[in-house]
């Protein structure tokens, strides 16, 4: 139970990216899709005996802004396990995706009550809003699997002016009061997330399609990528800390976003090779943050 007790939440955000990853590499062979699933199964597991033998520290962590912003990972995650269940189990598998979404609802009602409304602190802003607001796209990516086709652009909608709303936010957060913690610096990484979960919302979501939004989007996404994976280069030497959860979804969805937008247009040579050299990254990423974790916990 020792393992149970010392899995930080925020290692939730591995579990979204290894759900993720399993529909990422599902097209080179399904039982990837499998393997990586039932490794993010096993750290479910734990996180929910965790919420169950530990509310104590589970309502501990709750009082800090960060952490509670990343556990937005954790209903981003069952709505994506909700979509490996759909062959097996239906009607559990819409249940696990209502849950997803209505827990998520309420911790973007939480948050903004608690963090925005009464407690705001310029400080204590970083990356992780994003995973609170524009991270319910991710009911706009899953719906569809439940064939939910009312609501699922709403969700993008909502996601998409959230963006608009934070960004300004974070941007002036970092460049007025820049981060000096190294537990915080992979939260950095989280910026590749932002516009590569609105393409994969917008392309599962959309009854049509502009290419040039599409693009528009894209093209900021590839610059945020570029920029995180090079702040990913220069703090992978630091100490482990729970944050590195942020090395791992991020560059998941980016994949999944180049892979949209190749299936969206002709083929092209360029968009091939990026998604190849995306989807090489997100593995290795997610291969070394699960290794670190293990470590972490086999040391604790």
Same mark, same amino acid.
Request: charged residues 10%; aromatic residues 18%.
């Given at each position: 139970?020792?393992?149970?007790?010392?899995?930080?939440?925020?290692?939730?955000?591995?579990?979204?990216?290894?759900?993720?990853?399993?529909?990422?590499?599902?097209?080179?062979?399904?039982?990837?899709?499998?393997?990586?699933?039932?490794?993010?199964?096993?750290?479910?597991?734990?996180?929910?005996?965790?919420?169950?033998?530990?509310?104590?520290?589970?309502?501990?962590?709750?009082?800090?802004?960060?952490? *509670?912003?990343?556990?937005? @990972? +954790?209903?981003?995650?069952?709505? $994506?396990? !909700?979509? /490996?269940?759909?062959?097996?189990?239906?009607?559990?598998?819409?249940?696990?995706?209502?849950?997803?979404?209505?827990?998520?609802?309420?911790?973007?009602?939480?948050?903004?009550?608690?963090?925005?409304?009464?407690?705001?602190?310029?400080?204590?802003?970083?990356?992780?809003?994003?995973?609170?607001?524009?991270?319910?796209?991710?009911?706009?990516?899953?719906?569809?699997?439940?064939?939910?086709?009312?609501?699922?652009?709403?969700?993008?909608?909502?996601?998409?002016?959230?963006?608009?709303?934070?960004?300004?936010?974070?941007?002036?957060?970092?460049?007025?009061?820049?981060?000096?913690?190294?537990?915080?610096?992979?939260?950095?990484?989280?910026?590749?997330?932002?516009?590569?979960?609105?393409?994969?919302?917008?392309?599962?979501?959309?009854?049509?399609?502009?290419?040039?939004? *599409?693009?528009?989007?894209? @093209? +900021?996404?590839?610059?945020?990528? $570029?920029? !995180?994976? /090079?702040?990913?280069?220069?703090?992978?030497?630091?100490?482990?800390?729970?944050?590195?959860?942020?090395?791992?979804?991020?560059?998941?969805?980016?994949?999944?976003?180049?892979?949209?937008?190749?299936?969206?247009?002709?083929?092209?040579?360029?968009?091939?090779?990026?998604?190849?050299?995306?989807?090489?990254?997100?593995?290795?990423?997610?291969?070394?943050?699960?290794?670190?974790?293990?470590?972490?916990?086999?040391?604790?």
């Amino acid at each position: 139970m020792n393992i149970v007790k010392k899995l930080p939440l925020p290692a939730s955000g591995l579990i979204l990216a290894l759900f993720s990853l399993g529909n990422l590499v599902q097209d080179i062979h399904p039982y990837l899709r499998y393997l990586f699933g039932g490794i993010g199964g096993i750290f479910l597991i734990l996180i929910l005996l965790k919420v169950i033998f530990y509310p104590k520290s589970i309502r501990q962590d709750f009082e800090n802004p960060i952490i *509670l912003s990343s556990c937005g @990972t +954790f209903s981003m995650a069952l709505m $994506i396990l !909700s979509t /490996y269940l759909k062959a097996f189990m239906p009607i559990l598998s819409y249940g696990v995706w209502i849950i997803g979404v209505v827990l998520h609802i309420l911790l973007m009602i939480y948050f903004t009550y608690r963090f925005v409304i009464r407690e705001f602190d310029i400080n204590t802003v970083y990356p992780t809003w994003w995973i609170v607001y524009v991270g319910i796209t991710m009911a706009a990516i899953t719906a569809n699997v439940h064939g939910i086709h009312e609501a699922d652009f709403t969700f993008f909608i909502i996601g998409f002016i959230s963006m608009l709303v934070t960004t300004p936010v974070i941007f002036y957060r970092y460049i007025r009061y820049p981060n000096k913690t190294d537990m915080n610096k992979p939260l950095i990484c989280i910026f590749t997330a932002l516009f590569s979960i609105l393409i994969v919302g917008y392309l599962n979501s959309a009854e049509s399609i502009s290419n040039e939004f *599409l693009m528009i989007l894209y @093209t +900021f996404a590839c610059i945020f990528y $570029i920029f !995180s994976l /090079y702040k990913f280069i220069d703090y992978r030497n630091i100490d482990f800390y729970p944050s590195f959860a942020a090395f791992t979804f991020p560059f998941v969805i980016s994949a999944l976003a180049t892979k949209g937008v190749v299936k969206n247009f002709a083929p092209n040579i360029l968009l091939d090779n990026i998604l190849t050299v995306e989807t090489v990254i997100a593995v290795l990423l997610v291969a070394y943050v699960v290794m670190r974790y293990a470590k972490f916990l086999k040391n604790s």
